[in-house]
């Protein structure tokens, strides 16, 4: 079993960046693919980003791509969404997710593990 758990969330001008961190316990962490997807308000959860196993492959939204770069460290059972040029519409709760697999996937329904969200809001 692994639990993830989200932070780094917060208010942020446009224009602006952050961090999000995804910390995960259990010790399939380092062979598991994460991803990052975001719900705003009144919409679908939609994919955001996402990274094997190893970090050697990783898959962008096309509205993110250039602005997000996901990255993990497996020595600390980590994930990382950096957030750069944010705009408005980027608001949303952002949530980190994992799969007992080693690839990627677009598809929430592949996540077999889910955090609890943290909320990003970028204001004009």
């Known amino acids: 079993q692994v639990q993830l758990v989200e932070s780094g969330g917060g208010f942020v001008q446009a224009g602006g960046s952050l961090r999000l961190s995804c910390a995960a316990s259990?010790?399939?962490?380092?062979?598991?693919?994460m991803g990052w997807f975001r719900q705003a308000p009144g919409k679908e959860r939609e994919f955001v980003a996402a990274?094997?196993?190893?970090?050697?492959?990783?898959y962008y939204s096309d509205s993110m791509k250039g602005r997000f770069t996901i990255s993990r460290d497996n020595a600390k059972n980590t994930v990382y969404l950096q957030m750069n040029s944010l705009k408005p519409e980027d608001t949303a709760v952002y949530y980190c997710?994992?799969?007992?697999?080693?690839?990627?996937?677009?598809?929430?329904?592949?996540?077999?593990?889910w955090g609890q969200g943290t909320q990003v809001t970028v204001t004009v």
């Open positions: 997710a994992g799969g007992r697999w080693r690839g990627i996937s677009l598809n929430q329904r592949d996540y077999d593990y």
């Open positions: 990274m094997s196993w190893n970090g050697g492959t990783t």
């Open positions: 259990g010790r399939t962490f380092s062979s598991s693919g």
